[in-house]
């Protein structure tokens, strides 16, 4: 079974561009939550989605949002870039409630020019 | 808000030993689960365990297990003899048994000396 997909690996941008990350997960999965992880502040939580919904949301500013497919695939756009945005996004699949635990990508480290 | 504490950010162990890696947490919940994450280098998360708050007995996964202080909400990670391989970053999670939000630690790295 495939593993959680995220594409692309790597991104470059300048200050004020936006941009979007894509993340596809195990099959079957239709939880999908998306993390920033940065060396200070380790994993911070940006937002979960579930059957297309937002369920959950993290303390970010607007400029970050998602949204989800019908067949579960996740973006995650980022508008008005800030330097302060370079970091790896990572984005994880769940089954299902319970004790099932998030199963992760590689992630996409986003650097700002 | 529930929050998780990783107050070491750096271990080191030699290889064949022990070592215990620390998680504390806040919550009010009653019910929920906790979670050890490993991360490589190679920067994929991957879970190492799982312990759910209502089972009072002690998860374990071969080399590793994990010592649950419902009470004082502590619950630390053991890694009895320590390979190589272990060197990674690792992080405690935590997750109430109504959301799928996680909320997880800064991070202990582990350095495993040959």
């Known amino acids: 079974k495939a593993g959680v997909t995220q594409t692309p690996r790597y991104l470059i941008k300048t200050r004020g561009q936006q941009v979007t990350l894509s993340c596809s997960p195990i099959?079957?999965?239709?939880?999908v939550s998306w993390y920033q992880q940065t060396p200070g502040q380790g994993l911070q939580f940006l937002f979960e989605y579930f059957s297309e919904t937002q369920r959950n949301k993290g303390n970010f500013p607007g400029r970050f949002s998602g949204r989800q497919f019908s067949n579960s695939r996740s973006e995650m756009n980022v508008s008005t870039l800030e330097l302060g945005d370079s970091a790896l996004y990572l984005c994880?699949?769940?089954?299902?409630?319970?004790?099932?635990?998030?199963?992760f990508g590689d992630g996409t480290r986003l650097s700002i020019l | 808000a529930q929050t998780v504490t990783q107050s070491q950010p750096e271990m080191s162990v030699q290889e064949a030993e022990t070592v215990t890696l620390s998680c504390t947490y806040d919550?009010?919940?009653?019910?929920?689960?906790l979670f050890w994450y490993k991360q490589p280098p190679s920067r994929q998360m991957i879970l190492v365990i799982r312990?759910?708050?209502?089972?009072?007995q002690n998860a374990t996964e071969n080399r590793f297990s994990v010592n649950f202080q419902k009470a004082a909400k502590s619950f630390s990670l053991k890694i009895s003899d320590s390979q190589l391989g272990d060197a990674a970053m690792y992080f405690c999670?935590?997750?109430?048994?109504?959301?799928?939000?996680?909320?997880f630690g800064t991070g202990t790295r582990l350095k495993v000396l040959a």
């Open positions: 312990q759910e708050a209502y089972k009072q």
């Open positions: 999670a935590y997750r109430g048994s109504g959301t799928y939000k996680y909320i």
């Open positions: 994880a699949s769940s089954l299902g409630p319970g004790a099932q635990p998030q199963h």
């Open positions: 919550t009010s919940e009653s019910d929920y689960y």
């Open positions: 099959s079957g999965h239709r939880s």
